[in-house]
């Protein structure tokens, strides 16, 4: 990368600081070459020099804390500088560390939203708050996270440590804190994180936190209100029901088979995987797959344990065999047997969708690309 692309980074990025920190390797060098130069002119012009071999020999030297008895000012500046350089590393590393320090009491001295955890939920709602990246405090348990850069770079706030930690509440001044999500890849700490930002807010006039959970039954909870605070709403959020509405705001459940709104004739879906995200989905066609002239929705579940996951559904959502319109069809088919893109469903007229719910990526693509269908893939980031 030239210096021009380098200079128009360094503009672009909303941390300075920590930019030249992260490319500390420009600036260690940038110091370097500085004290070679002082370096030249410096033993130049000392009395201690015979000859041009020995100024450049001198000036190497000086990286090995090789200091002449002669000095001037420019020897000086040049062993400072030099100094700089060689232990570069090390003061950017505790520059780091203040820096961000100081970048989070920045924005909890205001009002601020907090985001526990930066796995691919978090980062899902980061990525559309950039505009706001100065007023989000993360907190992140993982110093290897390897999104953790990325983010301070973008000038939100990170703090790295256990936010069930009292060190860390007070820390984060919760006092300012306006909003909270809290997602951390696992339903159970997610509740006693809940529980220990509650405890530690104290009389609050209002504040809302997110709790991410893709138990069922836990978000029943929060739905019915059995858990709660006094003037702070709970609001559980699943994000697999957010990437499932996402999936139909953006395509419809037609395909490309409009026609079908007007008529009567029946249509299907198929849907391969058994997991949260196939059960998101599953349940978002139930709210929206209803038509004027009550056309008949056949729901392919394709998996190897399809009736043991149309079962899974059954218990989940106990109103699934009084919608009259829509019926759930089991396909207890392998995708990795080569008999599976042979199945007759692929090529009925009015199937207007497969959607492929696998966690897999690459069980995605091998999918898609043997198959040859109209997919609507989700592929998961991070």
């Given at each position: 990368m030239n210096i021009k692309?380098?200079?128009?980074?360094?503009?672009?990025?909303?941390?300075?600081?920590?930019?030249?920190?992260n490319n500390k390797e420009l600036v260690v060098g940038f110091f370097a070459l500085l004290a070679f130069i002082f370096g030249i002119?410096?033993?130049?012009?000392?009395?201690?020099?015979?000859?041009?071999?020995?100024?450049?020999?001198?000036?190497?030297?000086?990286?090995?804390?090789?200091?002449?008895?002669?000095?001037?000012?420019?020897?000086?500046?040049?062993?400072?500088l030099a100094i700089i350089g060689l232990f570069g590393g090390?003061?950017?590393?505790?520059?780091?560390?203040?820096?961000?320090?100081?970048v989070v009491s920045s924005i909890v001295k205001k009002p601020y939203s907090l985001v526990v955890g930066l796995g691919e939920n978090s980062r899902y709602y980061l990525n559309s708050e950039m505009d706001r990246a100065g007023e989000i405090v993360i907190v992140e348990s993982d110093k290897s996270n390897p999104y953790i850069d990325h983010y301070i770079a973008k000038g939100f706030g990170l703090y790295i440590g256990d936010i069930l930690d009292n060190e860390v509440i007070e820390n984060i001044n919760l006092s300012n804190l306006q909003q909270a999500i809290i997602s951390s890849g696992d339903d159970?700490?997610?509740?006693?994180?809940?529980?220990?930002?509650?405890?530690?807010?104290?009389?609050?006039e209002y504040k809302r936190v997110y709790i991410h959970s893709e138990e069922?039954?836990?978000?029943?909870?929060?739905?019915?209100?059995?858990v709660s605070r006094q003037n702070i709403e709970i609001v559980p959020f699943?994000?697999?029901?957010l990437v499932a509405k996402n999936l139909f705001s953006k395509h419809s459940i037609f395909g490309d088979k409009e026609e079908i709104v007007t008529g009567s004739e029946p249509y299907s879906i198929a849907i391969i995987g058994s997991g949260e995200l196939a059960m998101?989905?599953?349940?978002?066609?139930?709210?929206?797959?209803?038509?004027?002239?009550?056309?008949?929705?056949?729901?392919?579940c394709v998996d190897r344990e399809a009736d043991r996951f149309i079962e899974k559904i059954k218990n989940r959502y106990s109103y699934v065999d009084k919608i009259l319109n829509i019926k759930l069809v089991p396909l207890n088919d392998n995708f990795e047997d080569e008999n599976f893109y042979q199945n007759k469903i692929?090529?009925?007229?009015?199937?207007?969708?497969?959607?492929?719910?696998?966690?897999?990526?690459q069980n995605n693509l091998n999918i898609e690309s043997a198959g040859q269908l109209n997919i609507l893939t989700r592929k998961p980031s991070g």
């Open positions: 692309n380098r200079l128009t980074e360094f503009k672009n990025s909303n941390n300075k600081l920590y930019y030249l920190i002119i410096g033993f130049s012009i000392s009395k201690e020099t015979n000859g041009f071999l020995d100024v450049i020999n001198n000036t190497i030297a000086l990286f090995a804390f090789a200091y002449p008895d002669d000095d001037n000012i420019y020897l000086d500046i040049a062993k400072l090390a003061i950017s590393f505790f520059i780091h560390r203040v820096s961000n320090h100081l159970k700490r997610n509740l006693e994180i809940l529980i220990k930002l509650t405890d530690s807010f104290g009389d609050v069922f039954a836990l978000k029943a909870l929060f739905m019915e209100g059995v699943s994000f697999y029901e998101e989905v599953i349940c978002q066609l139930f709210n929206i797959a209803h038509l004027p002239n009550e056309n008949e929705l056949s729901i392919y692929w090529f009925e007229d009015n199937l207007t969708n497969v959607i492929i719910t696998d966690k897999d990526e």
